[in-house]
């Protein structure tokens, strides 16, 4: 930077030429000089002033439309955010056919220890023994006092367990936030909903995850963001599943059995309404696994799916659909019943009825075990296979629980011509009731093959034709004189014209060769109402026996049936049915005039 001197010599002599003061001329540049240090100053400041007053202005512009947005937002609790690959915790509610709760979430918390932190271990330990009865404290201290750094004490606990333990004041006994599977109805629809358990876990949270029934096979949907939380829609309709398990439970324990199944199906779609196993379990605290004995005795096996039996006579619809079908009979075609039957060794006896000739009717009527053998010999072993497979009676069925693949029939190793005998009245070949409701609702309903399912239904879906209408028809009218004159008159209810077959089966040894004497598989199959089916309903009772006689009665028709018409009783008015009254009774109505 160049500078102009104070006392520029040119100036000097010239002023002293003059007679001026040169003194002046310095004094003048000096004034100047300062003036011009003054005005860069002065712009030097304003320039500063200016920046800070745009920082200014930017910050309260920033301040200012945040408040604003939080203004204009809902408010919310904040949540903490952990370091690492996070636990997707949410999953998806499992609701009923009507929107009711059957499983949801519920936030609790975690309860674990970091042993080095703690001031007083054998305090915690006592105390924490005093709140978790289950907990041992000796071995909690053992861990406390041992090389541990992190011990997991409880996955979840309830709200006043946590204040509990909070009151304990040890600084190493710290909770986390949990999510839990909640199951609000305890037991209620057990067997389909499975259950859920932990996967990854954190101190921060955990993965839910199904263990069993649809939690499991729906797993993937349960927990998929991209659902946004919708529900998961079943079938089922919590009213009438209570209703049936409340029946079938009193049931079985005034008939003394060993465990019961009942599955209630929609004919036309195929929703399984109402699907029961007893015993059952409650999910929210599910049993362990049985490691040793029958796995059927526990609570966990669900009877009406993975529960394969011989169904006994309530088979004997099928071979008299199946001979009309065909064109060899009709309903008033008479057949041979005279025996026993013969077959090489194998000797067929009936035991209702001792004759020599019924219709095909009273066939299905009387039970008739040598009928229902004469009339599959004209149908022979190839065409019943196929009829069978047809209704779906020699596969698994395709219902979403994660044990339906288990339920797999056991199939006679040589379809013989003995075979299609006894398999015409349910020996021989064995299933599950989820089957026979499936078979029997493909029957009745018109002739078309329908497949059980658990999710609702917005649209009936017709399936391939397996008789024709007027065969479905005939069908259903010989299994209401079932109920009218047979083995199932305990199965009437006034208004709902049931129709349906009893099924009486010997249990088989667990050796697998030969049969109890005094153990039965007892079935009862009804459909209603009988002038227009629209349910199928299933019930199987397993060893039971009614002792209020002389001598036990284990058939069908003494245990399952009025079960069964209890059960109809209950439910029907649930479903929308109205009953149906016979007015051409009089009701004792004078009409009068004004």
Same mark, same amino acid.
């Given at each position: 930077?160049?500078?102009?001197?104070?006392?520029?010599?040119?100036?000097?002599?010239?002023?002293?030429?003059?007679?001026?003061?040169?003194?002046?001329?310095?004094?003048?540049?000096?004034?100047?000089?300062?003036?011009?240090?003054?005005?860069?100053?002065?712009?030097?400041?304003?320039?500063?002033?200016?920046?800070?007053?745009?920082?200014?202005?930017?910050?309260?512009?920033?301040?200012?439309?945040?408040?604003?947005?939080?203004?204009?937002?809902?408010?919310?609790?904040?949540?903490?955010?952990?370091?690492?690959?996070?636990?997707?915790?949410?999953?998806?509610?499992?609701?009923?056919?009507?929107?009711?709760?059957?499983?949801?979430?519920?936030?609790?918390?975690?309860?674990?220890?970091?042993?080095?932190?703690?001031?007083?271990?054998?305090?915690?330990?006592?105390?924490?023994?005093?709140?978790?009865?289950?907990?041992?404290?000796?071995?909690?201290?053992?861990?406390?006092?041992?090389?541990?750094?992190?011990?997991?004490?409880?996955?979840?606990?309830?709200?006043?367990?946590?204040?509990?333990?909070?009151?304990?004041?040890?600084?190493?006994?710290?909770?986390?936030?949990?999510?839990?599977?909640?199951?609000?109805?305890?037991?209620?629809?057990?067997?389909?909903?499975?259950?859920?358990?932990?996967?990854?876990?954190?101190?921060?949270?955990?993965?839910?995850?199904?263990?069993?029934?649809?939690?499991?096979?729906?797993?993937?949907?349960?927990?998929?963001?991209?659902?946004?939380?919708?529900?998961?829609?079943?079938?089922?309709?919590?009213?009438?599943?209570?209703?049936?398990?409340?029946?079938?439970?009193?049931?079985?324990?005034?008939?003394?059995?060993?465990?019961?199944?009942?599955?209630?199906?929609?004919?036309?779609?195929?929703?399984?309404?109402?699907?029961?196993?007893?015993?059952?379990?409650?999910?929210?605290?599910?049993?362990?696994?049985?490691?040793?004995?029958?796995?059927?005795?526990?609570?966990?096996?669900?009877?009406?799916?993975?529960?394969?039996?011989?169904?006994?006579?309530?088979?004997?619809?099928?071979?008299?659909?199946?001979?009309?079908?065909?064109?060899?009979?009709?309903?008033?075609?008479?057949?041979?019943?005279?025996?026993?039957?013969?077959?090489?060794?194998?000797?067929?006896?009936?035991?209702?009825?001792?004759?020599?000739?019924?219709?095909?009717?009273?066939?299905?009527?009387?039970?008739?075990?040598?009928?229902?053998? @004469?009339?599959?010999?004209?149908?022979?072993?190839?065409?019943?296979?196929?009829?069978?497979?047809?209704?779906?009676?020699?596969?698994?069925?395709?219902?979403?629980?994660?044990?339906?693949?288990?339920?797999?029939?056991?199939?006679? @190793?040589?379809?013989?011509?003995?075979?299609?005998?006894?398999?015409?009245?349910?020996?021989?070949?064995?299933?599950?009731?989820?089957?026979?409701?499936?078979?029997?609702?493909?029957?009745?309903?018109?002739?078309?093959?329908?497949?059980?399912?658990?999710? @609702?239904?917005?649209?009936?879906?017709?399936?391939?034709?397996?008789?024709?209408?007027?065969?479905?028809?005939?069908?259903?009218?010989?299994? @209401?004189?079932?109920?009218?004159?047979?083995?199932?008159?305990?199965?009437?209810?006034?208004?709902?014209?049931?129709?349906?077959?009893?099924?009486?089966?010997?249990?088989?040894?667990?050796?697998?060769?030969?049969?109890?004497?005094?153990?039965?598989?007892?079935?009862?199959?009804?459909?209603?109402?009988?002038?227009?089916?629209?349910?199928?309903?299933?019930?199987?009772?397993?060893?039971?026996?009614?002792?209020?006689?002389?001598?036990?009665?284990?058939?069908?028709?003494?245990?399952?049936?009025?079960?069964?018409?209890?059960?109809?009783?209950?439910?029907?008015?649930?479903?929308?049915?109205?009953?149906?009254?016979?007015?051409?009774?009089?009701?004792?109505?004078?009409?009068?005039?004004?």
């Amino acid at each position: 930077m160049i500078r102009t001197p104070l006392r520029p010599l040119a100036r000097i002599l010239s002023a002293r030429a003059q007679g001026e003061d040169p003194a002046a001329i310095e004094a003048e540049n000096r004034r100047k000089r300062h003036e011009e240090m003054a005005d860069k100053q002065r712009q030097r400041a304003e320039g500063r002033l200016l920046v800070l007053g745009l920082a200014f202005f930017c910050a309260f512009g920033v301040i200012g439309m945040r408040m604003g947005a939080l203004a204009s937002s809902v408010p919310e609790e904040p949540r903490a955010s952990a370091v690492g690959n996070p636990i997707i915790g949410q999953r998806s509610d499992i609701v009923d056919r009507n929107g009711r709760i059957l499983a949801t979430n519920l936030a609790t918390h975690s309860l674990y220890a970091h042993p080095r932190d703690m001031i007083n271990p054998e305090h915690a330990a006592t105390e924490l023994a005093k709140i978790f009865p289950e907990l041992d404290a000796e071995e909690l201290l053992k861990d406390f006092t041992g090389d541990r750094r992190f011990l997991w004490i409880r996955r979840q606990i309830s709200p006043e367990q946590m204040q509990a333990v909070h009151d304990i004041g040890s600084p190493g006994l710290l909770f986390g936030p949990r999510e839990m599977r909640l199951y609000p109805n305890g037991p209620i629809a057990a067997h389909v909903l499975g259950g859920a358990s932990y996967g990854r876990e954190g101190v921060a949270s955990a993965e839910v995850i199904g263990v069993a029934g649809v939690e499991r096979q729906f797993d993937a949907y349960l927990r998929d963001p991209a659902n946004e939380g919708a529900p998961l829609e079943l079938s089922l309709d919590l009213t009438v599943q209570a209703a049936a398990e409340q029946v079938l439970a009193g049931g079985m324990s005034i008939m003394n059995a060993k465990g019961a199944a009942s599955v209630l199906m929609d004919i036309h779609t195929g929703e399984v309404i109402s699907m029961v196993s007893l015993p059952d379990f409650d999910p929210n605290n599910r049993p362990r696994v049985l490691t040793n004995g029958d796995q059927s005795d526990s609570p966990l096996f669900n009877r009406a799916v993975q529960g394969v039996y011989e169904l006994g006579s309530a088979f004997k619809i099928f071979a008299a659909a199946q001979a009309m079908e065909l064109g060899l009979i009709n309903p008033n075609t008479i057949i041979d019943i005279s025996g026993p039957l013969t077959w090489g060794r194998f000797r067929i006896r009936d035991f209702r009825y001792n004759g020599e000739e019924l219709s095909a009717t009273d066939v299905i009527v009387e039970s008739s075990n040598i009928g229902t053998a @004469r009339i599959a010999m004209m149908i022979g072993a190839d065409r019943q296979r196929d009829f069978l497979g047809s209704l779906g009676l020699l596969e698994p069925t395709p219902i979403e629980l994660t044990e339906g693949p288990t339920g797999k029939p056991l199939l006679p @190793r040589n379809w013989s011509e003995i075979s299609t005998m006894t398999i015409s009245y349910g020996h021989g070949l064995s299933s599950s009731p989820l089957h026979l409701a499936a078979g029997y609702a493909s029957l009745l309903n018109g002739g078309t093959r329908v497949e059980p399912t658990l999710l @609702r239904m917005a649209n009936e879906v017709e399936g391939p034709r397996v008789v024709s209408e007027a065969v479905s028809r005939r069908s259903m009218e010989m299994l @209401r004189q079932v109920v009218l004159r047979g083995s199932a008159s305990f199965g009437e209810v006034p208004g709902y014209n049931v129709g349906g077959k009893t099924g009486t089966a010997d249990k088989p040894l667990t050796s697998g060769r030969g049969y109890y004497d005094d153990k039965v598989i007892a079935t009862f199959a009804a459909a209603f109402p009988a002038d227009d089916p629209q349910y199928v309903l299933i019930v199987t009772l397993d060893e039971p026996s009614e002792n209020s006689g002389d001598e036990p009665r284990r058939t069908a028709g003494w245990t399952a049936v009025p079960i069964a018409a209890e059960m109809i009783r209950r439910v029907a008015p649930l479903l929308g049915l109205r009953p149906q009254v016979d007015s051409s009774q009089s009701i004792g109505v004078t009409l009068t005039s004004n």
